[in-house]
């Protein structure tokens, strides 16, 4: 084990008063000295840091495969949720697809939610259960509410 000072450490050893500047090595101290100069950062045990830091680079390299993993799993699922897009899409072009999907809110605070197909119908659905309604695409509901407060 070799101790290595940080800032400057005096110790007394029978009588003697020894001084070890910053980067020097600290030989001879009690256990309990070790342990208060550690505890305070004021020395460095080497092979305890050089263990901590073959430690912390292996730490680093598994978070790094781990993100690694994860971030193609994103990619994929990014890719394939992509691919089913492109096909709807042109499922839509083709007319094989009934609506846009856009399910914008009315903004009424109605509870109910619009989306226009293809044809330029509004579908409106309830989330108070009653059943989803087309209104033509001419008598479409501007949204504003009417009446008192």
Do not use: N
């Not at 109910?112 to 579908?123: C, E, K, L, N, R």
Request: hydrophobic share 30%; charged share 25%.
């Amino acid at each position: 084990m070799t101790i290595i000072a940080k800032v400057r450490v005096v110790t007394h050893d029978g009588g003697k008063r020894l001084e070890y500047l910053p980067g020097e090595e600290v030989p001879g101290l009690s256990q309990h000295d070790l342990e208060q100069l550690m505890a305070s950062g004021s020395v460095e045990d080497t092979e305890r840091t050089a263990a901590q830091e073959r430690r912390d680079a292996e730490d680093e390299r598994e978070a790094s495969r781990a993100f690694e993993q994860a971030r193609a799993g994103v990619i994929a699922a990014r890719q394939s949720t992509q691919a089913e897009s492109l096909s709807a899409a042109s499922d839509a072009d083709t007319g094989a697809g009934v609506g846009t999907g856009a399910g914008t809110d009315s903004g009424t605070g109605t509870g109910t939610d619009t989306d226009t197909d293809s044809a330029g119908a509004v579908a409106v659905a309830s989330s108070t259960g009653r059943p989803a309604a087309q209104v033509p695409a001419a008598k479409k509901s501007t949204g504003a509410r009417s009446g008192r407060r």
